[in-house]
């Protein structure tokens, strides 16, 4: 327990060593509000690039198309942030890379794969357009279509997306191909083609969103037309509702403590809808609230469990922190400043359980932190302001 007179920096670090789980010092001794960190750029990893560009593929990072339509996934037990994404036509390189929490600064986990190495037929058309001749997936847009899968072991897992152009193909195909990537092994597996359901289009449909379930060890994936659940174990998918979330181009987040997965705006023009699914009951609705946000196109969407409310930054070009209690579901505005500036975020805005923190990977250039002025401690005006190092809660 923290108790009294014990700083909240130092209550965060006897929790993650009595759990077995490593902190960074410099992450717990932050200041409160928004902080760029030092040496986040991608280019100090020294990944190389993709060696082969043809089709006029765009391949330097200084385009930031890596990040362009993508996402990333927090590894908690790993201690990273992992990114994988670029695709359509803003990034060829399929380049897988890590984020470490302990040493803050990027790695690379897998190297690119040559676009020279599409298998074609006789046409000149890929045979399969969604992997390389060596069984590795292409780039692609990744919006919110990748987590981590606990009962897996931490595999990285990915569906979907708007793939990398190949030839004879249109620029941003989407194949509805399911990947994981072990981390152990070091390796991707291609668990194409479904059992049923794999092939329907708004299931395919890039820009919708997903969240994994450590309960129910599935996989649910909302789209406009409805919400499925894709099931490990006998690579199937299963339609749950014939409604959802409408729109594509957002994030959504799952709620531990009510067993919801929650979205909010979308469209490339921007919406302000908020929705929730019960897990446990499969039912989907559109939620009232009051002080909305306003339109948000994919605007990064958290949840943050010592607070209990939704945490909502980005989207276009706001760079607002807004807040939502789904108990008296009402939203408040957090202004900030010294931030990053707003853009197009999808999953890559992500509470650090560890360190109590929200990560946010902004660009090719930077990494940046948000942390709360107290330690989830709530006004009817937002988050309580006060000195971090002298916090006097309690936290069980």
């Not at 100090?44 to 198309?65: F, K, Q, R, T």
């Not at 010592?306 to 008296?328: H, K, Q």
């Amino acid at each position: 327990m923290c108790t009294r007179r014990v700083s909240w920096a130092s209550c965060l670090a006897l929790l993650a060593a009595a759990g077995g789980a490593q902190t960074n010092p410099t992450l717990l001794d932050l200041p409160s509000g928004w902080t760029e960190l030092a040496g986040s750029d991608m280019a100090s990893a020294g990944w190389p690039l993709v060696p082969d560009c043809d089709y006029g593929a765009p391949c330097e990072i200084a385009s930031g198309g890596i990040i362009a339509y993508s996402g990333a996934a927090l590894d908690s037990e790993r201690r990273r942030i992992v990114l994988w994404g670029g695709g359509h036509n803003d990034f060829f390189g399929n380049q897988l890379l890590l984020f470490d929490l302990l040493q803050l600064q990027w790695q690379v986990e897998q190297p690119p794969t040559s676009i020279l190495q599409y298998e074609l037929d006789e046409q000149g058309e890929a045979v399969s357009a969604y992997k390389f001749m060596n069984g590795l997936p292409v780039s692609r847009h990744t919006y919110d279509h990748i987590g981590i899968i606990d009962h897996l072991g931490g595999v990285l897992f990915s569906f979907s997306g708007a793939c990398a152009d190949a030839p004879l193909y249109n620029a941003g195909s989407s194949f509805g191909d399911v990947w994981t990537y072990d981390f152990v092994a070091g390796a991707w597996t291609d668990h194409t083609p479904f059992v049923t359901g794999g092939q329907d289009f708004y299931l395919t449909e890039p820009g919708a969103s997903g969240e994994y379930d450590p309960v129910t060890e599935r996989w649910y994936h909302l789209t406009a037309e409805g919400i499925w659940s894709y099931d490990f174990e006998s690579r199937n998918w299963a339609r749950i509702t014939e409604s959802g979330h409408p729109g594509i181009e957002r994030s959504s987040v799952l709620d531990t403590a009510r067993r919801k997965i929650w979205s909010y705006g979308g469209d490339y023009g921007g919406d302000a809808t908020l929705s929730a699914f019960d897990i446990d009951d499969g039912v989907f609705e559109i939620v009232s609230f009051d002080n909305p946000p306003g339109v948000r196109s994919a605007a990064g969407l958290t949840y943050d469990p010592i607070s209990d409310r939704l945490v909502l930054f980005g989207g276009s070009s706001d760079s607002s922190i807004w807040t939502y209690d789904p108990e008296s579901m009402t939203w408040a505005e957090h202004t900030e400043a010294g931030g990053p500036p707003g853009s197009a975020v999808y999953s890559r805005f992500l509470y650090d359980p560890i360190h109590d923190l929200f990560l946010l990977v902004h660009s090719p250039e930077s990494v940046w932190v948000w942390k709360r002025a107290a330690p989830g401690v709530i006004f009817a005006d937002g988050f309580e302001s006060g000195n971090t190092e002298a916090w006097t809660g309690s936290m069980p």
